[in-house]
């Protein structure tokens, strides 16, 4: 099974400042079709968790365009440039290369200083 | 717009059995594949199974292999996770899930299921 390591597993931040979460994958996750189905959720307080990028790079739908993701291979970034007061929660990657099984990161929970 | 509702959540007793289900709305549900994932009080998330559109293929996490069972309906816009055999760590937050651009793009607000005696 693909293991999927996030860093750090916490990440306190000022508000409007960035932030940054890694996430590293035991296997390359380049697919056989070309793509790379590396995947960026948020979890909110008491909330299901929440789609931001799909493969890599592609925000969802209604995601601000503060968050983006990046990477390639074996090493993913996650990137927030400004800090909002709603982006208080854990942050989840996933793999959906090598399945099954669906492999998901530890989390990394990002709260205010 | 896309919605999943799970239910059938509850307190049950190591061995017993649940079933849970998932009724999909605001879009085409048999043409997309599915998902369960859960989560265990304060732990992270787990997949435990997938569907296809058809039914044709089904996975399971080891972690469930043997034990649950899950199905769909497409006329009825449903799933359906039959689980036995319930063990104390299979108290989780039950979600599910639509596969689309990938995996997991709409997720439901989950069940709760507490296995303890």
């Known amino acids: 099974d693909v293991v999927m390591t996030q860093s750090p597993l916490s990440l306190p931040v000022t508000l409007g400042q960035p932030a940054s979460i890694s996430c590293r994958s035991s296997q390359n996750l380049v697919s056989s079709d070309g793509d790379t189905y590396l995947n960026w959720f948020q979890q909110r307080p008491g909330q299901s968790p929440r789609r931001l990028i799909y493969?890599?790079?592609n925000r969802d739908p209604g995601v601000p365009d503060r968050f983006s993701g990046s990477g390639s291979g074996t090493d993913f970034t996650l990137k927030i440039s400004r800090v909002e007061a709603e982006d208080v929660g854990v942050y989840y990657c996933?793999?959906?290369?090598?399945?099954?099984?669906?492999?998901f990161g530890g989390g990394t929970k990002v709260e205010i200083k | 717009d896309v919605q999943l509702v799970e239910s059938g959540g509850g307190l049950i007793q190591p061995g017993e059995s649940l079933r849970l289900s998932c009724a999909a709305s605001?879009?085409?549900?048999?043409?997309?594949?599915m998902n369960w994932v859960r989560q265990a009080p304060g732990k992270g998330l787990e997949w435990i199974s997938y569907?296809?559109?058809?039914?044709?293929?089904?996975y399971y996490a080891d972690s469930v292999t043997g034990r649950f069972t899950f199905s769909r309906d497409n006329a009825k816009s449903s799933l359906y996770l039959q689980m036995n055999s319930l063990r104390d760590e299979d108290t989780a937050v039950y979600y599910c899930?639509?596969?689309?651009?990938?995996?997991?793009?709409?997720w439901g607000q989950g069940t709760l299921v507490t296995v303890s005696s």
């Open positions: 605001g879009f085409t549900f048999s043409a997309y594949s």
């Open positions: 569907i296809s559109s058809t039914s044709r293929t089904i």
């Open positions: 996933m793999q959906g290369t090598h399945w099954p099984p669906f492999t």
């Open positions: 493969k890599v790079s």
């Open positions: 899930t639509r596969d689309a651009d990938g995996n997991f793009d709409h």
